[in-house]
């Protein structure tokens, strides 16, 4: 069982940036295919990016590639997304999710375990 706490959201400006941070419980974290997902109002569930058990292979949605970095360190049991030049749009919902599978998927479906979120609001 793992349990994932996400941190870090706030409100900032369009053209600002934020560190968001997805802690996760437990040793076998480490090996963990860990995702992050956005929910804005009134719309579904959307993936953003992904990171395998090493953070060596990394996945993005297309429309967010460029902006988005994700990366983990294993010593402290965090996975971050980093978003930059943000943007009004990208207010919403975060969360990070983990699995124990072999790719990095991008279904919320596909993965199990899920943190609580962290709002992200972005004002123009």
């Known amino acids: 069982q793992v349990q994932l706490v996400e941190s870090g959201g706030g409100s900032v400006q369009a053209g600002g940036s934020l560190r968001l941070s997805c802690a996760g419980s437990?040793?076998?974290?480490?090996?963990?295919?860990v995702g992050w997902f956005r929910q804005a109002p009134g719309n579904e569930r959307e993936f953003v990016a992904a990171?395998?058990?090493?953070?060596?292979?990394?996945r993005y949605a297309d429309s967010m590639k460029g902006r988005f970095t994700i990366s983990r360190d294993n010593a402290k049991n965090t996975v971050y997304l980093q978003i930059d030049s943000l943007k009004p749009e990208d207010t919403a919902v975060y969360y990070c999710a983990a699995d124990r599978i072999e790719t990095l998927v991008s279904g919320s479906y596909e993965y199990e375990y899920w943190g609580q979120g962290t709002q992200v609001t972005v004002s123009s």
């Open positions: 990171i395998n058990w090493s953070g060596h292979m990394t």
């Open positions: 437990g040793r076998t974290f480490s090996s963990y295919v």
